[in-house]
């Protein structure tokens, strides 16, 4: 990982969903993101042709290029490398983070999702990861199953692994302050970006929330 894509990895993680962003709307909202100071975009489309894919991952590598954003694919690791961009998102059962890495190299950002589970995070920081992932925090309506997580993970994990830690599950402006306090370098957030009427504004809330709390000593 650079300098740089290390610098980056503080702040808005907004993910895309192809129910709230379709088609020929993804690049505008994703923009509209970015303009309201998202640091990182996943894109995240389970639905899409492979083609589908490519050429919407290619446009958005451009558009987060020329914003000085972040752009990982989720799942992905054949799409991550075929359109250059920053990184890849690994759930469960995505492939291993080994293989991922001698893939995309050392300068790419490896990001992993443990859950509510720290040993998985002793893992993956052992493999190498970038930044590690938990939740969800509070209910969701994109993943309403998912495991329960606690802010206290959060104050774990930050203390142990030193690595970037990535907050997801139901977050809103109004409870995301206390994921900062706890540990959260990173609020992830589908719906309460792109569900909203205004992505802009929406996404400005969230940054708000970097720029009043600090960093757990």
């Not at 969701?140 to 774990?156: C, E, F, G, N, Y």
């Amino acid at each position: 990982m650079t300098a740089d894509s290390a610098s980056s990895l503080r702040g808005l993680y907004a993910i895309t969903d192809s129910r709230l962003s379709p088609g020929e709307r993804l690049l505008q909202h994703v923009e509209a993101a970015l303009l309201g100071g998202a640091a990182v975009i996943q894109y995240r489309d389970k639905s899409a042709s492979a083609a589908r894919r490519l050429a919407d991952a290619t446009a958005l590598r451009r558009l987060c290029r020329d914003h000085g954003a972040l752009l990982i694919i989720n799942d992905d690791v054949d799409l991550t490398e075929q359109v250059g961009a920053d990184g890849v998102h690994l759930g469960r059962d995505d492939g291993s983070l080994t293989s991922a890495r001698e893939r995309l190299g050392k300068d790419a950002v490896i990001g992993v999702s443990c859950y509510n589970r720290l040993e998985l995070a002793r893992e993956a920081a052992a493999c190498g990861a970038d930044y590690i992932a938990f939740g969800r925090f509070f209910p969701s309506r994109i993943k309403p199953d998912a495991v329960q997580a606690d802010a206290a993970l959060l104050t774990a994990a930050s203390a142990e692994l030193g690595l970037p830690l990535v907050a997801i599950g139901g977050i809103t402006p109004e409870n995301g302050a206390p994921l900062i306090r706890a540990g959260a370098d990173m609020l992830a957030v589908i719906h309460g970006v792109f569900g909203e009427a205004d992505i802009r504004a929406a996404c400005r809330r969230f940054t708000r929330l970097f720029e009043q709390e600090e960093r757990p000593q």
